[in-house]
């Protein structure tokens, strides 16, 4: 099956296709081996990220732990940089 990209690099899919994988808005890209590769991605709300907080059990302080913890790291490496 063939699709024709634009010049402005628009490519328009056969409704066959985005059939057979449902019809996604966003979809991840990639190349292997010169093909170019598209997966179908959900993009999730918020209410789906707060249950899967939930089901982790994270609370707002291990939240607020992360981030000291990954500005420390950065400080730490941009202060090696120097």
Known sequence: MLAKMT???QLTLPK???AA???EEYFD???RNGQIILTPVRIQRGDAV???LAELN???QDINDAVVWARQ???ATSTHDK
């Open 58 to 60: 994270l609370q707002e």
């Open 16 to 18: 066959s296709i985005t």
């Open 73 to 75: 790291a950065a400080d």
């Open 50 to 52: 707060r249950a899967k």
């Open 21 to 23: 994988v449902g019809a």
């Open 7 to 9: 010049s402005k690099n």
């Open 29 to 31: 890209v990639e190349t």
